[in-house]
Structure formats: structure tokens, C-alpha cells
């Protein structure tokens, strides 16, 4: 069983379309997470819902929208894309004292 | 402002020889500190984590990191580097509500033949 599993692993797309990322975790954790991973493998903190109430949101366009319909899901909408969204982005969920458990990302890719 | 360093971009170490990897934290408090493992096309997998008490502590794989407050350091170590270790290693801090972890840049560990 996959502890956080996200979907599509691969997205391929043009620049000013829209797309999701979905996230699903069976851990029974309250809080879950989306990273941005850049080409250098930079971890940015991206949102952060709490029992599906929205946390931490850091400085991430408005074309980011995450949405969370329970604690243990987390999805990741992103309007018109540019070539700057292209990344690997991360889900996760985490206990009580911050030990974070990670999806295997999904590798957005804007043309 | 929580910050965390890793002072080296790449490391490359023979298989069979001694590993360190630097990581300093930034944070007003005591952080949760972690170290991550990520191979490649991989999620980050967790290898140990300091909250209190003992400041060596013992992970998966072999590894161990010390917590040392006066340096505001927690450097991740391992005796004997095998070649499956090599993959991009993350020191990361949490605030202790646990809600925000900040990640270092990440240290890519090369092992040679």
C-alpha cells in the first residue's frame, strides 16, 4: 500500500493551459503539504492544509489553487501555466512532530 | 527566520570510505532537525530525526547524525559509503509546531569504485 501516492506522475503541456495534480495519503495524518522541487533540486514549500483548512500559503501566484475535500486529500490546480511552473512537484503529510512522508512527485513540464 | 545550510553542493567519497555531510541551522529555539534521502526519480525518504535527549542519534541505512547546539550544526555521517547510497541528500528543520519544514540546497554524494 502507498502511503502518499499523487497523480499523474508525468504531465506535459503548453504554456497557458490549465492542469491537476491530485494527492491522496492513508496515514491518518491531519497535515499535508505541497513542494515545488526546481531543476536544482531546490525544495520550496508551497501550501500547507491542516484538517482541509489552509495553513501556511507562501507568496505562490493565484494561478496555484490547492484544494482540500478531507484530511486525506490534497490537490493541486495550476492556471495558466508558464515555463517557469515547469518542476517536480511533492506531496506529502506529516506526523505530529514534523516527520514528513513524501508522494514520488509528479514532473510537470510546460512547452 | 528558520534557514538551513549545506555547504556542499557535491561530495564524492570511495565505496568502503567514511562519510560526513555538513548541514547549520538557523532557529531561535531547539528545531526538529531531519535528514532526507531522495535516489533518483525518487520521493524523499526519511533517514533520522532529533527532537531531545541524546544528541548522536541512529537512522536507517547506517547513518547517524549529531546535534551539537554551540554549532548549530546536525552533520550526517556514515562509517562505510556502499553504492547504493549514492543520491541527494537533504537537511531539513522544523519550527516546533510542526507545521513548516524548511530544506537545505542539498548535498549530491558520488560514490566511486
Known amino acids: 500500500d502507498t502511503a502518499v501516492s499523487q497523480t499523474p506522475k508525468y504531465l506535459v503541456t503548453q504554456m497557458g493551459n490549465d492542469k491537476s495534480i491530485k494527492c491522496e495519503q492513508n496515514?491518518?495524518?491531519?497535515?499535508m503539504y505541497w513542494y515545488k522541487q526546481d531543476s536544482k533540486k531546490f525544495l520550496k514549500i508551497m501550501f500547507s492544509?491542516?484538517?482541509?483548512?489552509?495553513?501556511i500559503n507562501e507568496t505562490v501566484p493565484n494561478r496555484f489553487s490547492p484544494k482540500s475535500p478531507d484530511k486525506a486529500h490534497l490537490n493541486l490546480h495550476i492556471n495558466s501555466l508558464e515555463l517557469g511552473d515547469s518542476a517536480v512537484y511533492f506531496c506529502?503529510?506529516?506526523?505530529?512532530?514534523?516527520?514528513?512522508?513524501f508522494g514520488e512527485g509528479s514532473r510537470l513540464t510546460v512547452l | 527566520a528558520q534557514s538551513v545550510t549545506q555547504p556542499d553542493i557535491h561530495i564524492t567519497v570511495s565505496e568502503g570510505a567514511s562519510l560526513e555531510l555538513r548541514c547549520n541551522y538557523s532557529?531561535?529555539?531547539?528545531?526538529?532537525l531531519f535528514w532526507y534521502v531522495q535516489s533518483p526519480g525518487q520521493g524523499l525518504q526519511l533517514l533520522l530525526k532529533?527532537?531531545?535527549?541524546?544528541?548522536l542519534v541512529q537512522g536507517i541505512k547506517g547513518f547517524e547524525a549529531e546535534f551539537k547546539r554551540s554549532q548549530s550544526s546536525f552533520n550526517l555521517r556514515k562509517p562505510s559509503v556502499h553504492w547504493s547510497d549514492a543520491a541527494e541528500y537533504f537537511c531539513?528543520?522544523?519550527?516546533?509546531?510542526?507545521?513548516?519544514?524548511?530544506f537545505g540546497a542539498g548535498t549530491r554524494l558520488f560514490v566511486k569504485a
Open positions: 506529502a503529510s506529516t506526523t505530529d512532530t514534523g516527520e514528513l512522508f
Open positions: 496515514l491518518g495524518h491531519d497535515t
Open positions: 492544509y491542516n484538517n482541509k483548512e489552509l495553513i
Open positions: 532557529y531561535g529555539a531547539t528545531p526538529y
Open positions: 532529533y527532537f531531545s535527549g541524546d544528541t
Open positions: 531539513a528543520v522544523t519550527n516546533t509546531g510542526g507545521f513548516k519544514t524548511i
